[in-house]
């Protein structure tokens, strides 16, 4: 015997397969899940849940730790939260984004919050981003050994350069410079 909340799941997946709004079962718009009527009402609930936690500082999406104002600063997230969404993006969902999340703030607290080429202090939604030391296009992958923090401008500026072959321009520039 099922029990409610596996049925609603059930009723809900032929609905999206359908191309019909799981929520209240009319036309879905093209391109979406939901209808536009229950999109915008998500849309509202969620507007009100991060300016609840912008009042008490905490973050909008656990609700258990203070958060860290997000980029926009509409809202706050806490570190979790916010290494959750970066390791979706890069390691996918399940299983290879809990263990992603788990090398991620494990690099996280071995670099001190602090981007590995500069040493500045890495803020969450304004500087902080993810580094592969080999890129993914000349074959480098997700593992722990070949990711690190930077800052954004580090990262944009390092573009598809090797650790190896960034560091030594580093160094052409800052003798030039000199």
């Given at each position: 015997?099922?029990?409610?909340?596996?049925?609603?799941?059930?009723?809900?997946?032929?609905?999206?397969?359908?191309?019909?709004?799981?929520?209240?079962?009319?036309?879905?718009?093209?391109?979406?899940?939901?209808?536009?009527?229950?999109?915008?009402?998500?849309?509202?609930?969620?507007?009100?849940?991060?300016?609840?936690?912008?009042?008490?500082?905490?973050?909008?999406?656990?609700?258990?730790?203070?958060?860290?104002?997000?980029?926009?600063?509409?809202?706050?997230?806490?570190?979790?939260?916010?290494?959750?969404?970066?390791?979706?993006?890069?390691?996918?969902?399940?299983?290879?984004?809990?263990?992603?999340?788990?090398?991620?703030?494990?690099?996280?607290?071995?670099?001190?919050?602090?981007?590995?080429?500069?040493?500045?202090?890495?803020?969450?939604?304004?500087?902080?981003?993810?580094?592969?030391?080999?890129?993914?296009?000349?074959?480098?992958?997700?593992?722990?050994?070949?990711?690190?923090?930077?800052?954004?401008?580090?990262?944009?500026?390092?573009?598809?350069?090797?650790?190896?072959?960034f560091v030594d321009l580093c160094r052409i520039v800052a003798e030039r410079a000199a």
């Amino acid at each position: 015997m099922s029990t409610n909340a596996e049925r609603v799941a059930k009723r809900r997946r032929r609905l999206r397969a359908n191309g019909l709004c799981p929520v209240c079962g009319a036309l879905s718009a093209p391109g979406r899940v939901h209808c536009a009527l229950c999109a915008q009402k998500r849309y509202i609930e969620v507007d009100q849940r991060k300016a609840r936690s912008l009042a008490d500082g905490a973050c909008w999406k656990c609700r258990k730790a203070k958060g860290h104002k997000t980029a926009n600063g509409a809202a706050y997230e806490c570190l979790r939260c916010w290494m959750n969404v970066v390791a979706a993006a890069w390691f996918g969902r399940g299983d290879d984004r809990r263990a992603g999340l788990d090398v991620l703030a494990w690099l996280w607290e071995t670099q001190l919050g602090r981007c590995a080429y500069t040493g500045a202090i890495l803020i969450p939604f304004v500087n902080a981003s993810l580094d592969h030391k080999r890129p993914r296009c000349k074959g480098g992958g997700t593992e722990e050994g070949n990711l690190q923090w930077v800052t954004k401008d580090v990262n944009m500026l390092k573009g598809h350069l090797e650790h190896d072959d960034f560091v030594d321009l580093c160094r052409i520039v800052a003798e030039r410079a000199a």
